[in-house]
């Protein structure tokens, strides 16, 4: 019956989103549900939930559990929430006696303690034990905080590590109910103060306070309070959900004391000996020190951003805070359309490039298959090239010359971001910037902009965005020009920014950064160690697309960009003589003359490992389907670069179709290919 309830629901936004861009506005006619079990009518009629009854109705929130929606309600049960308030009457470590509390009672708890609770055990969307199993879940709450859940060894799901789900999948008219048996707990505490608290972290945590990083991930919000006064309608008219905050965030993987001692690690010494003997001589493989003539030190001013322990303490933070589940975009049984599924079609694995706080610098996080185990920089000899057509290649010219660091799969949740134990240490030596990053790079600008990390974006679905906006669109979500941090608009609010949510679009990990109008923008792109590369952008032929001249800089001024190429008409199609895409399956060479041809005109297929709309020509797991009939993305290679690691790079976008029409730009993806790999004359590079 379950499965059943929500493979209808699941169905039914599937074909919501299938017909268009823009989702249609919900029927208010039905907005309150006259007969049926409600979410809170299930909770009226639990005696054993009678506590958290009274808190929905201290703030209201019943009502809001008996209208017309999809919500997933986590209820505790009368004994878990008294638990929770003897903690807080009790806690010695409270700021405010008794965390404000009145009495030690339902009734002493605060309006805003009823808030906080009611609020972090509802979500907008259905999460059924499905979506939850295998490696975990992140789920967006209405508090606008995550739980994390997990599997523990008897098979049962546990959210935040601690409260379990004793009644499972409780289906209802507008949604799910799951019973928890404790309170799920939240934290105020950041990161640092997190860490100290760790017992088996200590030695990390030493090095994290003394190398002052610890004031380093200490925020948690920019601080600003973002108006609603642009345009922020979508190209049908609808008005569209728009942030007024933005929250700030980190993740730091961390290693034990234990993994630390496998290493011959005992003490704070230790580490920094360590440190000295990796990071010393790093200016030989590092270029951005060298570059700007920066000379390492092995001294005791650990607080030297180019101090070693410095250094290898900033390679383990991470900008954007992810949980676990979040690190690439792995394929989860239970989602909404099977939006994860078409991105790695063919045997393409899921990974994914992030910036460090160690200056100019990725590491790359990859899981390969079968399974869900994550790494952090493995290394795979000739990845991204291939001795076989239509493969990603045979084993022999692919073995593993470092396995990598593996993840944890737990979350360690502060305030402000996650801690992962790694089961390794954790360093940028030779072999990142030689082995692991000497390979086609792709960087997702949905990654990359940690602002939509940070701010839950990146992962969200079309209905929960749909609730923050009233019940109105849910498509996609409107930025404010100075949201983000990199993103500069030359000619103000004239500039629309906007993202498409994860859905069932033509975008790579269903999800985009896009916008419209006159446009004239740039986004700041991840450094590359230094070297040349050719440079691609990822797009797909649309009517409805722009035509613009793309440019690069070293800073985000106008005057310092160089122009990329000649324009880019998206409204022009595949088949078009200036693109000369073919179906490549009817070949006899499997494409082989056709792709060489593309790219001498500035043109590739899209990967191999993406499929595009699923469905929409029949089996998508052929090789027709997946690499373009009907629905063709395509690469435009814009040029060879010559890059230095210690410069910014800069991508300017600028419309030359002067009108205000509302045909779009697109930023999906980019990839930094060095020009070994392209001009590579034993291999190929691969499809995917």
């Not at 390679?315 to 939006?339: N, S, W």
């Amino acid at each position: 019956m379950t499965k059943n309830i929500i493979k209808t629901s699941i169905g039914l936004l599937t074909v919501v989103i299938t017909l268009g861009s823009c989702n249609k506005e919900p029927d208010v006619s039905n907005l309150y549900t006259s007969t049926g079990e409600t979410i809170e009518s299930f909770i009226e009629n639990d005696s054993n939930l009678t506590s958290f009854k009274y808190i929905l109705q201290r703030t209201g929130l019943d009502r809001n559990m008996a209208t017309y929606g999809q919500y997933t309600c986590y209820a505790p049960t009368n004994t878990g929430v008294q638990q929770y308030i003897d903690s807080l009457w009790n806690d010695p470590e409270a700021v405010v006696p008794h965390n404000g509390m009145t009495a030690q009672s339902l009734e002493g708890l605060s309006d805003s303690l009823c808030n906080d609770i009611a609020r972090y055990h509802l979500t907008n969307g259905l999460y059924s034990i499905i979506s939850m199993g295998g490696s975990g879940a992140t789920i967006t709450t209405m508090l606008g905080r995550p739980i994390s859940s997990s599997v523990d060894t008897l098979g049962r799901t546990v959210l935040n590590g601690v409260s379990t789900i004793i009644s499972e999948d409780n289906e209802v008219i507008n949604g799910l109910v799951q019973v928890v048996n404790k309170v799920v707990p939240r934290t105020s505490r950041l990161l640092a103060p997190t860490m100290q608290r760790l017992e088996d972290y200590s030695i990390f945590y030493e090095a994290l306070a003394k190398t002052g990083l610890a004031d380093s991930v200490a925020k948690s919000n920019k601080g600003v309070t973002y108006s609603k006064d642009y345009d922020h309608t979508d190209t049908d008219g609808a008005s569209l959900y728009t942030p007024t905050e933005c929250k700030i965030g980190y993740t730091i993987f961390a290693e034990s004391n234990a993994v630390m001692k496998a290493n011959g690690i005992n003490s704070f010494e230790d580490l920094v000996a360590y440190a000295n003997k990796i990071y010393g001589g790093a200016s030989s493989w590092y270029d951005y020190p060298r570059e700007k003539g920066i000379t390492i030190s092995t001294g005791s001013d650990y607080t030297n951003r180019f101090n070693a322990l410095n250094m290898f303490v900033a390679y383990h933070i991470l900008y954007a805070a992810m949980a676990q589940d979040q690190m690439v975009f792995e394929d989860k049984p239970g989602v909404a359309a099977g939006t994860d599924k078409w991105n790695y079609v063919n045997g393409g694995e899921p990974y994914d490039y992030y910036e460090t706080m160690l200056p100019h610098t990725l590491l790359k996080i990859w899981e390969p298959q079968p399974g869900k185990v994550l790494y952090i920089n493995r290394w795979v000899l000739n990845n991204t090239l291939t001795d076989e057509v239509g493969t990603r290649g045979s084993s022999d010219m692919h073995p593993v010359k470092n396995p990598g660091i593996i993840i944890e799969r737990t979350d360690i949740t502060a305030y402000n971001g996650y801690i992962h134990p790694i089961k390794g240490m954790l360093v940028y030596d030779d072999h990142v910037p030689n082995g692991v990053l000497n390979e086609r790079v792709r960087l997702d600008a949905e990654t990359f902009l940690e602002e939509l990390m940070n701010n839950g974006f990146r992962y969200m679905y079309s209905d929960e965005i749909s609730a923050l906006n009233g019940g109105g669109s849910g498509a996609r979500v409107a930025y404010p020009v100075n949201y983000f941090d990199d993103v500069i608009c030359y000619n103000g609010e004239s500039t629309k920014l906007r993202t498409n949510v994860r859905g069932d679009y033509r975008a790579y990990q269903a999800d985009t950064f896009q916008g419209w109008g006159q446009y004239d923008l740039a986004v700041r792109i991840p450094s590359m160690p230094s070297g040349l590369y050719e440079f691609r952008l990822f797009y797909s032929p649309m009517g409805h697309g722009g035509m613009m001249q793309f440019y690069w800089g070293k800073t985000k001024s106008v005057q310092d960009m160089q122009a990329l190429s000649i324009p880019l008409d998206v409204r022009i199609q595949e088949d078009d003589p200036r693109i000369g895409w073919t179906a490549f399956y009817t070949e006899d060479d499997k494409g082989i003359a056709s792709d060489e041809a593309m790219h001498n005109r500035g043109y590739m297929r899209g990967p191999f490992s993406f499929c595009g709309h699923p469905g929409d020509d029949g089996d998508q797991s052929t090789v027709k389907n997946c690499r373009g009939d009907g629905v063709v993305t395509l690469r435009r290679v814009l040029g060879r670069i010559n890059l230095k690691q210690s410069d910014e790079f800069w991508f300017r976008f600028k419309s030359v179709i002067n009108d205000d029409s509302d045909l779009k730009w697109q930023l999906d993806f980019v990839e930094f290919v060095p020009v070994s790999i392209v001009d590579n004359d034993r291999y190929s590079e691969d499809w995917y």
